[in-house]
């Protein structure tokens, strides 16, 4: 029997209107609804620009801002789970790079801050410090829908193998990134990452871009894709605003993790990977 979850990957064009990309966004969620999706996923930061100097301006408290309140709005009405992509939080004098997801009657599921900043320099070529102006989460977030465990991460946690490999422990079949790669890392790293976390772990793994804006300050390397617990990418987009629709089977977890048992395998009298638990 197919045990299965209808997933879209919503790539969206993200402008400088605020009220322009959520409402873009919403009007995405129920087009995927009427295609059958049960989870709609959508891009980091997708009512802002991508940029740190943007941050501070677009930023809204989650659950409470009014991105959050369309997106909730927007599950209930279309009764789908919602991946809200990524916007800028504030809390307090903090603000954080923040995912959270609704379910399909528009409650609040999961909040996921993300963990590892992007900073990085490769010279000449990009040069970027989201701790100038964010705050790290300091946690891992997994959730519950239609008896799938999923794991969230965004963007540069993608990088983090321990991070996928502990939610994988933990019980995920499938693993969600909405991220933002650019035209340096995004050819070389994008998929090349998404199918060694997905092998390494044996689940699905999702990434979720921003459509490409060439006259954006940070232009963004699309191709969201899905890749499958064997490694191999079964759908992945272009650079232009799309979306991708398709089906997370459990079964192929399984059909991995027991034809080729690493799981128990693993020589951790040897090494471990451990969560440490928050004091
Ligand atoms: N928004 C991000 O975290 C970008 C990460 C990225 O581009 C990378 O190469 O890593």
Redesign the pocket.
């Known amino acids: 029997m197919k045990r299965g979850l209808k997933i879209a990957l919503v790539q969206l064009a993200v402008g400088s209107d605020k009220a322009k990309n959520v409402a873009a966004a919403v009007q995405e969620i129920h087009k995927a609804k009427e295609k059958g999706a049960q989870l709609v996923a959508l891009p ?1 930061c997708f009512n802002s620009p ?1 940029g740190t100097k943007y941050f501070e301006e677009y930023a809204e408290e989650v659950p409470s801002g009014e991105t959050s309140r369309a997106l909730s709005k927007a599950a209930a009405e279309a009764g789908v789970c919602v991946v809200g992509g990524t916007v800028p939080e504030r809390c307090g004098s903090r603000l954080y790079n923040t995912c959270a997801v609704w379910d399909s009657n528009g409650k609040l599921l999961a909040q996921h801050r993300k963990i590892h900043l ?1 900073d ?1 320099d490769i010279p000449n070529k990009i040069t ?1 410090k ?1 701790s100038e102006v964010l705050s790290p989460g300091d946690q891992l977030t997994t959730f519950q829908f239609n008896g799938i465990k999923i794991g969230l991460g ?3 946690d ?2 983090f193998c321990e991070m996928a490999h502990i939610m994988a422990k933990e019980g995920c079949s499938l693993l969600i990134y909405p ?4 035209m340096t ?2 050819p070389k ?1 994008w998929q090349l990452l998404a199918r060694a976390r997905a092998v390494d772990n044996q689940l699905w793994v999702a990434l979720v871009s921003p459509a490409r804006d060439q006259t954006a300050s940070y232009v963004a390397w699309g191709h969201s894709l899905l890749v499958d617990p064997w490694g191999a990418v079964t759908g992945q987009l272009e650079h232009v605003p799309d979306a991708l629709h398709a089906t997370i089977d459990l079964n192929t977890v399984e059909e991995v993790r027991s034809q080729i048992p690493i799981r128990m395998q693993r020589r951790t009298d040897i090494y471990d990977t451990v969560k440490k638990s928050k004091q």
């Open positions: 980091e991508y992007f990085i970027f989201e965004i963007c540069y993608l990088r991220g933002a790669f650019n890392t995004g790293h």
